[in-house]
């Protein structure tokens, strides 16, 4: 097989052929990387159609990102997808607290999930603007706009991107009237691998991945 | 919201809304338990058409998981996604060399790509069987093959199921042709999720996942 191996030119190539078989659909220029960076990680090109950003969203993020947040995720294999060298240059850290003992205790005692119970944690024990990148838990993301309502918690961004057949809909249904800066997958579509995607376009422009 | 918020409740319902919307397609019922998974972790319902089961794979992944085997991925996320517990119970390990700083540095001395020198360690340095669930890297999966071609490795499964434009659909339909057992998502679509979620499908059927 006669092959490109580098995986920069892989990816340029990638971004390429993503670019043309988008010819024809409708986005704005500022949130073209983070689209093609979700169909780039999916392969899936009904990402076109459902991704969603609130007005200005890349340009608050990526101030926000700029000068060091914390990224909070719902899940591990989120976690694992973003990058961390590109987060640690910017000043970013990226925290997951579902499955620690603390939470998993908290979550036992009030009977509530602990995507619920981490969203909590990560309000009241992290310091600084928090970015929630959600693409697993639905009863993260109503808890993330619970505590925004109640006035408790202003995260600079809410990735909402759950995948799956319950709750999930709604769940990111109710994002969309969030005051707070958000992107959202509407549909059942999504995933921990999508928002590790949204979080590393952002990055992406504004600093060097490695 | 009335919501349902027991994780194994949401599961269940989300098969049974799966298995309802999967009607008319046909797969094999020994298939069936991967199909859904992989659906339930994309919300992608191209996987009834794409995904490709060699003969008697999931009986003689499952005999082999079941004694206890070396789960091989090429990221990180992919391994993140890997139900840990569920893997010990089975006395299964799992395990991801493409960031160790060995196959790094060989991969700078031979110019290879690290996720195929990452292929070459594990079959090198681990013994007992191994099953190779590969959601990225073109290069690892032609690695596969020659190794097995070469009469070198002899794996007890192979899960081919990167996502991507460039080099992929064509590695995956090289592992068709490979006379190990195989799994493979035929076309653009797959990723880490996919891979963790063929893994995980295969395990819940034969053990307790918590």
Same mark, same amino acid.
């Given at each position: 097989?006669?092959?490109?191996?580098?995986?920069?030119?892989?990816?340029?190539?990638?971004?390429?052929?993503?670019?043309?078989?988008?010819?024809?659909?409708?986005?704005?220029?500022?949130?073209?990387?983070?689209?093609?960076?979700?169909?780039? %990680?999916?392969?899936?090109?009904?990402?076109?159609?459902?991704?969603?950003?609130?007005?200005?969203?890349?340009?608050?993020? +990526?101030?926000?990102?700029?000068?060091?947040? #914390?990224?909070?995720?719902? %899940? +591990?294999?989120?976690?694992?997808?973003?990058?961390?060298?590109?987060?640690?240059?910017?000043?970013?850290?990226?925290?997951?607290?579902?499955?620690?003992?603390?939470? #998993? +205790?908290?979550?036992?005692?009030?009977?509530? %999930?602990?995507?619920?119970?981490?969203?909590?944690? #990560?309000?009241?024990?992290?310091?600084?603007?928090?970015?929630?990148?959600?693409?697993?838990?639905? %009863?993260?993301?109503?808890?993330?706009?619970?505590?925004?309502? #109640?006035?408790?918690?202003?995260?600079?961004?809410?990735?909402?991107?759950?995948?799956?057949?319950?709750?999930?809909?709604?769940?990111?249904?109710?994002?969309?009237?969030?005051?707070?800066?958000?992107?959202?997958?509407?549909?059942?579509?999504?995933?921990?691998?999508?928002?590790?995607?949204?979080?590393?376009?952002?990055?992406?422009?504004?600093?060097?991945?490695?």
């Amino acid at each position: 097989m006669d092959m490109i191996t580098n995986p920069m030119e892989i990816e340029n190539r990638s971004f390429e052929i993503i670019s043309s078989e988008l010819e024809g659909k409708e986005f704005k220029k500022e949130n073209a990387n983070i689209l093609k960076r979700v169909i780039h %990680t999916s392969a899936d090109f009904d990402y076109a159609d459902n991704l969603f950003f609130s007005e200005g969203v890349v340009a608050s993020a +990526q101030n926000t990102l700029r000068n060091g947040a #914390a990224i909070i995720t719902d %899940t +591990q294999m989120g976690s694992s997808g973003i990058n961390k060298r590109a987060a640690a240059k910017l000043g970013c850290e990226v925290l997951c607290f579902v499955d620690s003992p603390e939470v #998993a +205790q908290i979550a036992k005692e009030s009977g509530h %999930t602990r995507s619920r119970e981490a969203v909590d944690y #990560a309000a009241r024990t992290v310091a600084g603007p928090l970015v929630f990148a959600v693409g697993n838990a639905p %009863t993260a993301l109503i808890r993330i706009c619970e505590l925004v309502e #109640a006035g408790v918690l202003d995260p600079a961004l809410v990735i909402a991107v759950p995948v799956g057949f319950v709750n999930v809909v709604e769940s990111k249904e109710l994002v969309l009237s969030l005051k707070a800066p958000h992107i959202v997958a509407r549909g059942r579509k999504g995933g921990s691998n999508v928002a590790a995607a949204i979080v590393n376009a952002l990055m992406y422009e504004i600093t060097d991945r490695d």
